[in-house]
């Protein structure tokens, strides 16, 4: 079975967060069950330095006034084709922003061509390949099944996965003349609350729809998590369903990682000590009796920080210490500097993004603290549950999904493998720590926690199985 892939980053040529890890996975975890994956991205310089010595697939001569030259090659594993067009995306900055962090004004441009190249890939345009099935990810491909649809060639079916509904892709009116649709898309899944939704439009023509968790997928039913999506969601909700994602765990292995100090297993738990101590001497904490905390995390409302930062200093007295990696809104980065200040050697933070460091943070920390308001599945606490590192999570998303709550039943059953925060309030998330700091001063109960983790399945395993159940179920009935 022949699948096309749609996405706007891909691990490890161009990341900005979680997905690019799912759509850098997902082509390696499908193959064995006799999925090809060919996944198309926009030539971003960073992907353009990437690629060796492309072949030339086709060249697409008006996409929306644009020429796109379609380039395959294979990189790390994955087979790519890449939409290159220096106008669009070869620039300074990100994939979304340039420089100075301002989201690029043209971005609505930028991602309809991806989109629509796709949708052409897709019924054709490369001589001898078309897919079985389409697979695209959040708004910056949702165009695609919107262009499959109100298209002149037979389309194959499609699949949209939303990974954060929060973002959207939504553009002004005046955009619509220039997407090179029918007037009567405008009606038929366009036009969202009197502007271009790119998110919107995908999930009104996609066959199917996914959430990267099923709890996410019953949560964005309710106007709480929705975002203004919830009404199409309950619409449609016959073709919604949640695959949890799952971890690289041949990249996130605390047997083999490079990035630590010290190798370590579920058997061999003593060598984490000197990961532990790494961690202490990269962020200058000060050695600690109680956990130390692992924060690695996007800065923003979504992800609680305005409520940690809230908690630091009740979680400092609980008996913690707290690590942070991250960046984000600039308010809260200095908040946590100036928590670092007030608590020198028991809180520390790192401004900006460091990979190596994360790993080592994985495998020396004793929990790692995720108290999102939101999250749609989540990476962070999988890559916990596999280095021994224990979830302090709110319960909510995949958070709620991959964590088992170490209530008094669970932990007297012996098969905890984190904490939940109940109700998100700063009070709540000190109790957790509080907890988790109890727990962690009896041993024997900390270390079953720790291997209860390391042996939980956060393989993509089960997840292929998901996607690839959908793929033969769609591609069964269009044929």
Not at 167 to 176: D, K, N, P, R, T
Not at 297 to 324: C, F, H, N, P, Y
Not at 413 to 435: K, M, N, P, S, Y
Request: proline letters at 5%.
């Amino acid at each position: 079975m022949k699948v096309l892939s749609v996405a706007s980053e891909i691990f490890p040529l161009v990341k900005t967060g979680g997905l690019a890890d799912v759509t850098g996975a997902l082509p390696g975890a499908v193959a064995p069950l006799g999925v090809e994956m060919r996944t198309v991205v926009p030539g971003y310089p960073a992907v353009m330095a990437q690629l060796g010595k492309p072949k030339v697939l086709g060249t697409l001569e008006d996409v929306l006034g644009h020429s796109v030259t379609l380039l395959g090659a294979k990189v790390a594993g994955l087979d790519l084709i890449v939409v290159q067009a220096p106008g669009l995306y070869e620039r300074e900055g990100g994939p979304y922003a340039g420089l100075d962090g301002i989201d690029f004004g043209d971005n609505w441009k930028r991602f309809a061509v991806l989109s629509k190249s796709a949708a052409l890939i897709a019924t054709g345009a490369i001589k001898g390949y078309r897919p079985d099935v389409v697979h695209v990810h959040d708004w910056q491909a949702a165009m695609v099944p919107c262009y499959l649809a109100f298209g002149d060639s037979p389309a194959p079916p499609s699949v949209i996965t939303v990974h954060n509904i929060a973002f959207q892709g939504q553009f002004a009116a005046h955009v619509f003349g220039e997407l090179g649709l029918p007037a009567s898309a405008w009606a038929d899944g366009v036009e969202y609350y009197g502007g271009v939704g790119f998110l919107k439009a995908g999930l009104r023509a996609a066959q199917a729809i996914t959430t990267v968790s099923p709890t996410y997928a019953r949560e964005i039913r309710t106007a709480e998590f929705g975002m203004g999506l919830e009404g199409l969601i309950n619409g449609r909700a016959d073709v919604v369903s949640g695959i949890v994602n799952g971890i690289d765990t041949d990249l996130w292995d605390p047997e083999t990682d490079d990035c630590l100090v010290a190798p370590f297993s579920a058997k061999v738990l003593k060598a984490r000590e000197k990961n532990r101590k790494a961690v202490i001497k990269s962020f200058g904490l000060a050695p600690a009796k109680g956990p130390i905390l692992a924060v690695i995390s996007r800065l923003t409302w979504q992800k609680g920080m305005d409520l940690l930062a809230e908690a630091l200093d009740g979680i400092v007295a609980a008996g913690a210490s707290v690590a942070i990696l991250g960046a984000g809104d600039r308010d809260l980065e200095q908040a946590f500097i100036e928590a670092a200040a007030r608590h020198p050697g028991r809180v520390a933070v790192h401004v900006g993004y460091d990979e190596p460091l994360a790993h080592l943070m994985q495998g020396g920390c004793d929990a790692i603290l995720v108290p999102s308001r939101f999250e749609p599945c989540g990476l962070t606490q999988l890559y916990g549950l596999r280095y021994g590192c224990v979830p302090i999570v709110a319960r909510t998303g995949g958070l709620a999904d991959t964590v088992i709550d170490a209530n008094m039943a669970a932990r007297a059953a012996g098969v905890a493998t984190g904490f939940h925060i109940g109700r998100l309030t700063a009070e709540r998330i000190v109790d957790a720590v509080a907890l988790a700091c109890e727990v962690h001063d009896d041993k024997p109960a900390w270390t079953r926690m720790m291997k209860n983790g390391m042996a939980s399945d956060v393989s993509w395993d089960a997840s292929a199985r998901g996607y690839v159940s959908l793929y033969q179920r769609l591609a069964g009935e269009a044929r």
